[in-house]
């Protein structure tokens, strides 16, 4: 069965400063991979998806992700945060069963930006 | 604005009451899911639908019910609310395209609180 781990549930960054967001998954097939962003009081957000094509993933608001297959890694990075960086991330990876494809969602990271 | 809209957006119900959150989806999408999201737990999956008068569980499907009467709309109901539905409720709509491409849209939101 598809799962997906965040590690680490706070992460806190400077201004300026690189943002690292680890993400690792279990799936028994490739796997489509998913990085979400959740604002205060406000639904998700797709930053990025992989699916099987280009193992660097480019998204909105200068983040990017890559595919390591060997390392069943999917973490999300961006050069330099912003103070409206501040969210919660999910990490999430789709399974195929009954039909319809379905996120299985990791428990999320909240990222905090340090003037 | 196209989209996934999801009413109400807060209620307070008392243990033993019931309630059906509205999801509607202006997009023609054939997958419909109801998700419940609770700190430290990511999202998890409640029922979810692959077309207009289907249903099926998901992860936690206890104590929820859904219909799904029309493509365009997908209820959850709780017959009899318990404070462990304490919750931030989202709904979220697929497409599936040829060539296995396909995204998901979310909801805003239900914040739920069970007394």
């Known amino acids: 069965a598809q799962s997906v781990t965040q590690l680490g549930s706070h992460v806190s960054v400077s201004e300026g400063a690189l943002v690292l967001l680890r993400c690792n998954y279990s799936s028994s097939v490739p796997p489509y991979l998913f990085w979400y962003v959740q604002y205060p009081n406000q639904g998700l957000q797709l930053l990025l998806k992989y699916t099987s094509a280009a193992t660097l993933v480019k998204g909105i608001n200068g983040f990017e992700a890559e595919f390591k297959k060997s390392e069943t890694s999917f973490h999300l990075t961006k050069p330099s945060a912003h103070m409206s960086d501040a969210a919660e991330y999910f990490c999430?990876?789709?399974?195929?069963?009954?039909?319809?494809?379905?996120?299985?969602f990791g428990q999320g990271t909240r990222l905090t930006i340090n003037p | 604005n196209a989209g996934v809209t999801q009413t109400p957006k807060f209620r307070v119900l008392k243990t033993g009451q019931s309630m059906t959150l509205l999801c509607a989806q202006d997009m023609n999408h054939e997958y419909m899911y109801w998700y419940r999201q609770d700190p430290g737990m990511g999202l998890r999956l409640i029922h979810y639908?692959?077309?207009?008068?289907?249903?099926a569980k998901g992860e936690v499907p206890d104590g929820y019910n859904v219909s799904r009467l029309k493509k365009q709309n997908f209820l959850l109901g709780l017959e009899s609310a318990a404070p462990s539905q304490t919750s931030v409720y989202f709904c979220?709509?697929?497409?599936?395209?040829?060539?296995?491409?396909?995204?998901?849209?979310f909801g805003s939101g239900t914040r739920l609180t069970v007394v």
């Open positions: 979220a709509s697929s497409y599936l395209r040829r060539g296995g491409d396909y995204g998901y849209t």
């Open positions: 999430a990876v789709s399974r195929w069963a009954q039909g319809a494809q379905k996120l299985v």
């Open positions: 639908s692959v077309g207009e008068g289907t249903t």
